[in-house]
């Protein structure tokens, strides 16, 4: 009977290869292991996170099934009224909210890393990692790494879904662009999860803060329909969404139409969270006891 290398198999085979040393306290861990080892450690932790994948592929129903009952909800049910305010019907609907859907699921999906991050702790995977000399940053890493690729599996589900529903990508340069931006985003965002997975205390406390974050985020934007019709108070808070701008700047990539501003305005929001959350989320997950 064939056998696949365990994730811990995995990891002590990185450290193996790392030069020895003993566990060095957490505030100087970092310091003293260089980006080679770094770069070693994140290669062999994204290898047991993938291999945790294979072993349990229900985790990857979310990337499968969102996709799918997502696009065929909103363009059926919704997509004969909002098309008509758009000027046409359900084609010109299908249109719009595609560019929107990348949108959405660059920042739903990226809920998982939290609540995947928590798991870990509780189940004390964590705690072994720790006690490892591996860099801390590289533990994190590795789970937005392969959270990115669940969310580019999510993105070849959508697409082709997409097309079957009459979906017409007018520029394939500008489709590239737009999963290279949504994936920027994603990963900022991904951030603010980790911190979220390393200060609660169970999954299912990520995932109530996370709705609470993603659901006004979400439909408070211009992801599923214009915000010209909403309240002005509303419009304002439109204008300041990362997630309207990310939504418009895919239709002007994918359709054709004005890119620059909103793909900028991304980008800076982008860099924002990042340089914001990433220290806090290494730091809390160095200190948490």
Known sequence: ??????????????????????????????????????????????????????????????????????????????????????????????????????????????????????????????????????????VLFAKIAVELARMLFATVILMVVAVLVGFHIHHWAGLFATVGLSALFASSIMWVFLTLGVMLKSAQSVQGVGFLVLFPLQFGSSIFAPTKSMPGWLQAFTDYNPLSTLADAARGLMIGGPVAHDLWVTVGWSVAITAVMAPVAIHKFRTKS
């Open 1 to 138: 009977m064939s056998s696949h290398p365990s994730p811990t198999t995995t990891l002590n085979e990185a450290l193996r290869a790392a030069p020895p040393t003993t566990a060095p306290a957490p505030t100087a861990s970092d310091v003293r292991i260089p980006l080679r080892g770094h770069l070693r450690h994140t290669g062999a932790l994204i290898r047991r996170n993938l291999l945790w994948i294979r072993q349990d592929p229900e985790s990857m129903f979310d990337a499968l099934l969102m996709p799918i009952v997502f696009t065929l909800l909103f363009v059926y049910v919704f997509g004969g009224s909002i098309g008509q305010a758009l000027g046409g019907g359900q084609e010109r609907y299908v249109q719009y909210v595609i560019p929107g859907m990348l949108a959405m699921m660059s920042m739903t999906l990226s809920q998982g890393v939290g609540t995947g991050f928590s798991q870990d702790f509780n189940s004390g995977v964590m705690d072994r990692f720790r006690t490892l000399p591996i860099g801390r940053g590289s």
